[in-house]
């Protein structure tokens, strides 16, 4: 794919067009089955558009491929590398709507960039140094009280130190 904007768009264009063509499409058809105008969808495959991700899906979903595969392409995601990428599983949770794939996706790539790319550079906000808990905070491994104690903390014993038995 091109470093060009003006390529990048061309490039992702005659992706589509050649996917519309291994699936023995016309243009008026994928339109149809994506419910995009036949118009605008020549309009992407001459590279004159840019499509949004949800059109991509869209595109994506009616020509019965990834919608990662148009977002690596379009470049809105980066080809896999072999790390994980969390962006690229919030894209193909099949649970979210599109909406909800791209706020998260914005949200997690703004944290990204705010700690520039350094793995865990922040400490866990809930231990305080030296691994001990913060002040209020339950040590680690208690479990929430069951005897409807707002703040308890339990052990999974009764208060007279027994084993909780069920009934």
Do not use: C
Request: no cysteine.
């Amino acid at each position: 794919m091109g470093t060009d904007p003006a390529e990048k768009w061309n490039d992702l264009g005659a992706f589509i067009r050649e996917q519309r063509g291994s699936a023995r499409l016309s243009l008026r058809r994928l339109s149809e089955l994506a419910g995009i105008s036949n118009p605008y969808l020549s309009q992407i495959e001459r590279g004159l558009r840019r499509p949004s991700a949800e059109i991509l899906q869209q595109i994506a979903k009616a020509l019965r491929i990834s919608a990662e595969t148009l977002y690596v392409q379009a470049g809105i995601l980066d080809p896999p590398d072999g790390t994980p990428d969390l962006a690229r599983q919030i894209l193909a949770d099949p649970y979210l709507s599109e909406e909800q794939k791209q706020a998260l996706v914005r949200i997690y790539l703004s944290f990204r960039r705010e700690h520039d790319g350094e793995p865990g550079s922040e400490a866990d906000p809930g231990v305080a140094s030296g691994g001990d808990p913060a002040p209020g905070e339950p040590p680690p491994g208690a479990t929430a009280a069951t005897d409807g104690t707002p703040g308890a903390v339990g052990n999974g014993h009764h208060p007279g130190g027994e084993p909780h038995r069920s009934r």
